[in-house]
């Protein structure tokens, strides 16, 4: 199942992009956002490129209809890769739900838009159940969209703490 989001930052993409390499940003917006048990489990830098793989424990945050309920657990533990080209502002996000049939894998582009930049997300999510996975789907779809959006205005929070060493 298909999903876009949109996200905007009051910040140029050139330097967006670097926040989006630094570990330390991802431990604080998630913190703040309410996860727990956050621990990064990998962090590369290859010239233009980076990675970072971090998992923690969030919460759902909608009501779960019944026919979802045995396969949705109140608190998911999320291991979440971002991946960036700082050159090309385009990178990929693949998510995983331990003790969930779900994975999540995202494009993402960031471009510069009247001194701001945009943020597009292009996300599948597939859940592999028979019978009620695409139902599945629309739930954790709508579940990710209310994330993406919440990260979104605790991203800028933290974000104006980092950015001011890229610009």
């Not at 590369?44 to 309920?69: E, L, M, W, Y």
């Not at 980092?162 to 610009?167: D, E, K």
Request: with cysteine; glycine share 6%; net charge neutral.
């Amino acid at each position: 199942m298909q999903f876009t989001e949109s996200n905007r930052y009051p910040f140029p993409a050139h330097a967006v992009v670097q926040v989006f390499g630094n570990k330390d940003y991802f431990i604080k917006k998630y913190t703040g956002a309410g996860a727990t048990n956050i621990q990064v489990l990998e962090e590369q830098h290859n010239g233009s490129k980076t990675r970072i793989a971090v998992s923690r424990h969030v919460d759902i945050d909608i009501d779960v209809p019944a026919f979802a309920r045995k396969f949705v657990p109140d608190t998911i533990t999320v291991v979440q890769v971002d991946s960036w080209d700082q050159t090309t502002l385009r990178g990929h996000l693949d998510i995983q739900f331990k003790g969930m049939p779900a994975v999540v894998k995202c494009d993402m582009t960031l471009t510069d838009e009247d001194g701001r930049c945009v943020l597009n997300l292009n996300f599948s999510v597939n859940i592999n159940v028979p019978l009620i996975g695409d139902k599945l789907a629309k739930v954790l779809g709508a579940d990710l969209k209310k994330k993406f959006e919440r990260d979104s205005h605790q991203a800028q929070e933290v974000m104006a703490e980092f950015v001011q060493r890229y610009l």
